[in-house]
């Protein structure tokens, strides 16, 4: 039996060295603003999700995702095991963290998940946990899923046709995730989200097939810009901005927009009488960092507090030293104090070191 940790009144002590003070890009640092809670920064944000990566391997091989000349993967051992990872899920949920997703590499691919969720169910304060999968291991593993309280789902597919299929994940299997869409909407996921990442002289030819395939299917499709990381092979040229794709969504239907979620993502619209809707992720050319409620650890155990910075601190390490709760805390608490206000534009992004998305977990 999982007993609730107290949440702590006042946050660790949060202290700056003035070397590591935030980029705050006009925006007003008050580290005064985060003395109250652990989770909430200089500039007011609290956060309250969580994206856990599970694992760093992959049964696909996604252009935008995994270097072409392949990976150093982590050595088992400096993985976290499935303790940590609850431990770590308690004490940020015990501080107001209301959903976490599983992400990785392939979560599904990991041992066990179905354990993993149970245990995440049980964490009382916890509202949501979502999963993105490329959904290839879906059917295997849906049932015991969602028994073990998985709320929500994300499959990611960047194309309908399977010689793309096999070119941009340099696997086959649109088949299997097709299915896994299907199973997922029949076992009741709503709304069920579509990710699809769109890549000039790729996929973007289809974003009228996506838009009509919302016709007969309660999914949300999300078109996400394409974001650098390290061995993508990220070009300005290769990314189709938001506007670009939602100009040439209308040229063809007319889009109704959608009540949006303030610390949402994409902006969402629907074609009048399709029983889906369409998500616009403009990360790269209209960053949503204001609103930004995330955090992220990684499958080796390091929070980032920002999906393009460079900022990593082991809570695996810490955890192995034996760190108290309250001395975890104090880590967390010090790695949000120093998170920026913004990411710092495509450009320099592009030619900053990141880890590939792979090893991150989006
Ligand atoms: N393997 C799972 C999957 O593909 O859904 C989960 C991990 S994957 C890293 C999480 C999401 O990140 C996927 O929807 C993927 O499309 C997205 N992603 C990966 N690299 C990206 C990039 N360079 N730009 C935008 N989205 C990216
Ligand atoms: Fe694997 Fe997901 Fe990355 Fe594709 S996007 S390589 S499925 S982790």
Not at 62 to 81: F, K, N, Q, V
Not at 182 to 210: I, Q, S, T
Not at 216 to 232: A, S
Request: glycine share 8%; hydrophobic share 40%; with cysteine.
């Amino acid at each position: 039996m999982l007993v609730p940790l107290p949440v702590l009144s006042g946050a660790p002590e949060r202290t700056v060295d003035p070397a590591q003070v935030p980029e705050d890009f006009g925006l007003t640092y008050d580290p005064a603003r985060a003395a109250t809670e652990v989770l909430t920064d200089g500039f007011g944000r609290r956060h309250t999700y969580l994206r856990i990566s599970l694992i760093e391997h992959c049964n696909l091989r996604c252009r935008y995702c995994m270097p072409e000349e392949g990976l150093t993967w982590t050595p088992p051992e400096h993985l976290l095991t499935d303790e940590e990872i609850i431990r770590l899920a308690r004490l940020f949920v015990a501080q107001g963290v209301t959903k976490i997703r599983l992400t990785g590499g392939e979560p599904l691919l990991r041992k066990g998940i179905e354990h993993i969720v149970a245990k995440l169910a049980r964490l009382p304060g916890l509202k949501t946990i979502a999963m993105t999968t490329n959904g290839l291991l879906l059917a295997k593993k849906l049932d015991r899923l969602k028994a073990a309280g998985l709320t929500q789902l994300n499959i990611s597919l960047d194309t309908l046709r399977p010689d793309r299929f096999e070119i941009l994940t340099r696997r086959k299997g649109l088949a299997q995730v097709l299915e896994a869409i299907d199973l997922a909407l029949a076992h009741g996921y709503r709304p069920l989200k579509v990710n699809c990442v769109v890549l000039r002289g790729f996929n973007d030819d289809e974003l009228l097939d996506f838009a009509a395939w919302t016709k007969d299917r309660p999914v949300e499709v999300r078109f996400i810009e394409f974001m650098p990381f390290d061995g993508n092979g990220w070009s300005a040229g290769q990314l189709v901005s938001a506007a670009e794709m939602r100009a040439r969504i209308e040229a063809h239907y007319s889009l109704k927009p959608l009540r949006v979620d303030p610390n949402g993502t994409a902006r969402l619209f629907q074609i009048p009488g399709h029983q889906g809707w369409l998500g616009f992720i403009a990360s790269m050319t209209e960053p949503f960092c204001e609103g930004c409620n995330r955090l992220r650890i990684t499958a080796d155990g390091s929070l980032k507090v920002c999906l393009f910075g460079q900022a990593e601190v082991s809570l695996r390490d810490a955890l192995r030293q034996g760190a108290t709760d309250a001395e975890l805390l104090a880590l967390i608490s010090a790695a949000i104090g120093r998170k920026h206000a913004r990411h710092a534009g495509m450009h320099h992004l592009a030619q900053r070191k990141n880890r590939p998305m792979i090893t991150i977990g989006g």
